[in-house]
C-alpha cells in the first residue's frame, strides 16, 4: 500500500536555500526504487525550515531508499545544514478522492 | 506555484474510519478546482487520528475550494467526528528530485 511521509526539517539559519538546493537535485534512482512524489518546499513564516512530502509505492520501498548509498552520501552531506528539529508524520494511505 | 498541505484530524475514539470513508468519498470537483494529490491515510500507532497529503496548482485554488457549498457541507458532516486537534504543516512547494 502506498506509504506517505511529511516532514520538516529545521535548518541552520541561513541554511534553508541550501539544503533545498540538495533535496530537490535531479535523482532518477528515486523513482526506479518506487518513489511516486517527493516534493520540496517553503513557508515564508518559518524561514529555517524545509518541508517535504513523499508518497512511496510501499513503506518497504521508503526503508529501502534510506540504505542505498547515493542517499546515505546525501544524508551525509546535508547533515551540516541542519539543527536537528524534525516534524512530521508517516502513514499508510487507504484511499484518494480524486480516484475512487 | 504547487502547494502542500500535510494535515492530521484527530477524531473522536472509534470514529477513523468514518472520517476516513468521508474524506475519500469520489469527488471529480476537487480535480476541476486544481487539485493534484489528495491522499487519505492511517497509522497503527494513532489509532484516532486521519492523516491528509494534499497537493493544489496553487494557495488560491486550496482556499477557493474551501468555500464550495460541495466542501462546506462535507466539512459540517464530519465535525460530529471530529475531537478538535489537528495538525500539520502548508508550504509552497519549490522543486522535486524526480522532476527537476
Redesign the interface.
Known amino acids: 500500500m ?1 506509504f ?1 511521509n ?1 516532514g ?1 526539517l529545521g535548518t541552520l539559519p541561513g541554511k534553508r536555500d541550501e539544503l ?1 538546493t540538495h ?5 532518477n534512482m ?2 526506479e526504487i518506487g ?1 511516486l ?7 515564508d513564516d ?1 524561514p529555517d525550515t524545509v ?1 517535504v ?1 513523499e ?1 512511496w509505492k510501499d513503506e518497504q520501498s521508503h526503508q529501502a531508499s534510506l540504505a542505498l548509498s547515493e542517499v546515505q552520501e546525501s544524508i551525509a552531506a546535508v547533515r551540516p545544514l541542519l539543527s536537528g528539529e524534525f ?12 480516484h ?1
Not at 23 to 27: G, I, K
Open positions: 502506498t506517505a511529511a520538516t533545498v533535496l530537490t537535485r535531479r535523482s528515486l523513482g518513489c512524489v517527493y516534493e520540496v518546499g517553503v513557508a518559518h518541508f512530502v508518497l516534524g512530521g508524520f508517516r502513514f499508510t494511505v487507504v484511499g484518494s478522492p480524486l475512487g
